[in-house]
């Protein structure tokens, strides 16, 4: 009869992990925040050119063969304002961009866009990044009125949600 023994080694990273030194985790947490906020202002810029960039969008005509293009377009510019603003904690602002992006997604093919719903959720965008931070009431009732485009255009989404 055979035996197996089982001779367990120890790795180089259980070592290293167990050894005393390197930085704490609230030392690590303030480091980063403070390498965000570095980042902060860099972040609303881009945010706000993702917006002028949707503002400045022409609302397609019907029959357009671009409108699909145009509708792409949204979606991209929408999902850069979630990039940008996603590590900063606007959640408003990702929140609007997400409820756009799901609106264009939620379209179906080879039917007019109501291009209304990129004009009204840029404009919310453009709001909410102007209002104040501590302006919590204004910011809701924005968001509460996008959530019911998102009711009116696409209702079973809200209701699984």
């Known amino acids: 009869m055979s035996v197996v023994r089982w001779q367990q080694r120890k790795s180089r990273l259980s070592a290293l992990i167990n050894q005393t030194g390197g930085l704490s985790v609230g030392a ?10 570095v980042l902060s202002a860099r972040s609303r810029e881009i945010v706000s050119e993702r917006i002028a960039a949707l503002i ?9 063969p671009n409108a ?5 377009q949204a979606y991209e510019l929408a999902g850069a304002v979630i990039d940008a603003a996603g590590p900063f904690e606007l959640d408003d602002l ?24 990129v004009t009204v959720h840029t404009q919310a965008m453009q709001l909410l990044l102007s ?3 501590h302006e919590h009431q204004a910011r809701a009732l924005v968001l509460e009125n996008l959530k019911l485009v998102l009711k009116k255009k696409i209702p079973l989404f809200l209701d699984e949600a």
């Not at 690590?28 to 906020?37: C, G, K, W, Y």
């Not at 699909?68 to 792409?72: F, K, P």
């Not at 409820?99 to 039917?111: F, N, R, S, V, Y």
């Open 28 to 37: 690590a947490v303030t480091q980063a925040r403070a390498n965000l906020d």
């Open 56 to 64: 400045a969008m022409p609302a397609p005509s019907p029959g357009d």
């Open 68 to 72: 699909a293009a145009l509708r792409l």
């Open 94 to 117: 990702c929140t609007a961009a997400a409820g756009l992006c799901d609106l264009i997604d939620a379209a179906p093919e080879g039917e007019p866009f109501d291009w209304r719903i």
């Open 131 to 133: 209002l104040p931070a």
